[in-house]
């Protein structure tokens, strides 16, 4: 029987999962700014039967019959007025209102929160964005993807979609590659999405390496071609310079747009600091409001930022230990 009591005077328990296209995380969290990863398991993508008994298997296993609550990050759209869910990474839930679903199966209120909302939510709280008002976490993984945090909560708007940049937003289709003045045509990438030349196209790993097939006709892989550029070459040079102008303008729109003061970056270019940091430059000259100070800046949290955020959601639900 899983331990769930708390002590007089402490802050309650709350039960979160990370859930992604490979694995399933759950975690506890005692108090704020803890959570542990107490067990991982694959992640059923294709069966509804199995990702359900696997979901329950884990509440039995570590919350038990206390009833309490599951916060759940996962990465999918949500409709907030009917509660349905789009995951193209796990398709078996694709299509159902999962939280109500899940709450019958698991008999407990399941909350489902975007991942990248829950990563925002994560730098702003108790993250690189701690102490700001507005802030505006920006996921550059194998694609993009952002959140908004104003207040200290999630602004999912109307849509639940409040700081999607990577899709909707385009680049541009022109650049200056060595700051002279004289910008040349990059011609629009077609999205996953369907629409043309989307933030997404480019600005992730897998965009970085589609733009320098684009620029230089080589095929090479994100890690190799930024090793390249901060050693001095000459092609990787020209790719990065591009990068950083095509994601700065629609970046430091987004801020001008939002008000953030933060602009925390996560996801596995966030790891290449000179990267981040020649982003950062690259913003600030193209923001409306100048920033003395760095506004676009690594995130703190690289791999538990889900499962942060989760907790930090649950607390702000009320969920408390009966």
């Known amino acids: 029987m899983p331990d769930t009591s708390v002590e007089q005077g402490q802050h309650p328990r709350v039960f979160v999962a990370d859930i992604g296209g490979s694995y399933i995380r759950f975690g506890v969290s005692d108090s704020p700014g803890s959570v542990r990863l107490v067990e991982s398991v694959p992640t059923p993508v294709d069966s509804w039967e199995a990702f359900g008994a696997t979901l329950e298997a884990l509440a039995d296993r570590h919350i038990g019959e206390t009833g309490s609550p599951l916060v759940i990050s996962m990465a999918g759209a949500i409709d907030p007025s009917s509660g349905v869910i789009c995951a193209s990474n796990v398709p078996c839930v694709s299509g159902r209102v999962l939280g109500a679903e899940l709450s019958s199966r698991l008999r407990r209120r399941i909350r489902i929160a975007n991942d990248a909302d829950c990563l925002a939510l994560a730098e702003a709280v108790e993250g690189a964005g701690a102490g700001h008002d507005v802030v505006f976490c920006v996921v550059l993984g194998s694609g993009v993807g952002g959140g908004l945090v104003v207040g200290g909560r999630v602004a999912g708007g109307a849509s639940g979609i409040a700081g999607e940049w990577g899709h909707g937003l385009p680049v541009s289709t022109s650049v200056d ?103 950062d430059a690259a913003v600030r000259k193209r923001t409306l409001r100048e920033f003395r100070e760095r506004v676009v800046v690594p995130g703190a949290f690289r791999r538990e930022g889900g499962l942060v955020g989760a907790a930090i959601i649950a607390r702000q639900d009320g969920a408390r230990e009966p």
């Open 177 to 279: 590659f060595d700051g002279t003045g004289h910008a040349q045509p990059v011609s629009a990438l077609r999205c996953g999405c369907g629409r043309l030349g989307c933030v997404d196209t480019i600005g992730g790993a897998r965009g970085l390496e589609r733009l320098n097939t684009l620029l230089n006709g080589e095929q090479k892989d994100s890690h190799a071609l930024l090793d390249d550029w901060q050693q001095g070459g000459e092609r990787a040079r020209r790719t990065v310079s591009a990068w950083l102008a095509l994601v700065s303008e629609p970046l430091a729109a987004v801020i001008n747009i939002t008000g953030a003061s933060v602009v925390p970056v996560c996801g596995g270019l966030a790891n290449v600091v000179p990267l981040i940091d020649a982003l």
